[in-house]
């Protein structure tokens, strides 16, 4: 399932607080229990609401029988033992490498992987497919959602064009004018917003017609933030919009550049 809605007030739990600040949701692993390419996906939850759901709040145990998952599985989903993530068998991670590709988001693929070798069964991806699924075709409503701390990276190793805005310097600021630009421009995809700065609207140089031919973004379409945009942005905007991208043609702000420090990431789904 991917549930979606508006942060609430002493909103806590397992998925976060969604105060756009990642590092308060979750702490990293102890030194040595993760292979440090899989360190972006692993998520041990800190702070409040971390207790058991009450039975008669569990959705999972008191669904109808005929609306649970069809999907059967001859032996359960079992974590290891162990808390440290174990050695990956090779033939088992280059089947999860293979079954977990199709998912463009780092962070979902790097939690696929994790999934197939710490329950050694290949069919533990099939949920990070599913959920993946969910999250960019079904449930699509131009909902940002933070993606970490550090520069956002496109997909593919493919460059964004960024428009840097005047005045907006906060991260709700922000994420309210990437949602309000994504409401109007197709090829918008992110934000970013560095420490002591002002926020920037991501772009892509082309977004897919409805014919699914490639349509150059048209920056001129884009709305006026509060207290306007930065003169090199509004210069840019004043050309027309079609150069804006150039050679850039990212479809998807799939993760960040963490060792670029004080910045935070945003894509909009």
Known sequence: AVLKMNAQEKQSGYCGNF?????DDFKPAPDGWVPEYLMPAWNWPVGEGLDGVADDDNLFTSVDESARPSRDVETPLKPRDKAPLQPCPEELKAEAEEKCAILPDLHMRLACYIDVCETGQIEAADSAVDA???ETFVNARGIPVFVGSGRCRASNSNNLTSLK?????TSESCVSFLRECGAVVAGVLGAQLEVNSTCEILLSAFSVGADGALVPVDLSKLPSPDGGWAEAAYAAIQEGGEAAGRNQTATYVDGIRAEVEGWSCWRLN
């Open 19 to 23: 105060n756009n600040n990642a590092t």
């Open 165 to 169: 805005t005047r005045t907006l310097a």
């Open 132 to 134: 993946e699924i969910l």
